[in-house]
């Protein structure tokens, strides 16, 4: 399981509710350590229970799929968007490093 993309959905759909961390934990009945974990995407384990009731509780469904199957078209969307910002970057490093300004 990818936790580092669902932690951020779920940071996000949290957010999007108006919950703190500290709110959603106590309404389910677990740690702010645990939740803060879980959207880090560092959390180490999380039974399946939990983790389907922290969902529902956000209004997300949880997926299972092959590991190598084709990119969602949300999927797509955000790996171009996080490609063209890493681009936008390099690009912006490169000119900013210009002795002289380019004149084209």
Known sequence: MDFANAGALIR??????GLTQAELAKRLKMSR????RLE??????LGIRKF??????????????LKHARLTLHEAYARNR???????????????????????
């Open 12 to 17: 996000e759909s949290r957010r999007r509710a």
């Open 33 to 36: 350590a645990t939740i803060s």
């Open 40 to 45: 880090s995407g560092t959390i180490q384990e």
């Open 52 to 65: 389907a009731q922290v969902a529902d509780r956000l209004g997300l469904e949880i997926t299972v799929r």
């Open 82 to 104: 996080a490609e063209r910002a890493s681009a936008f970057k390099e690009t912006d490093a490169v000119v900013a490093n210009l002795k002289e300004p380019f004149h084209g």
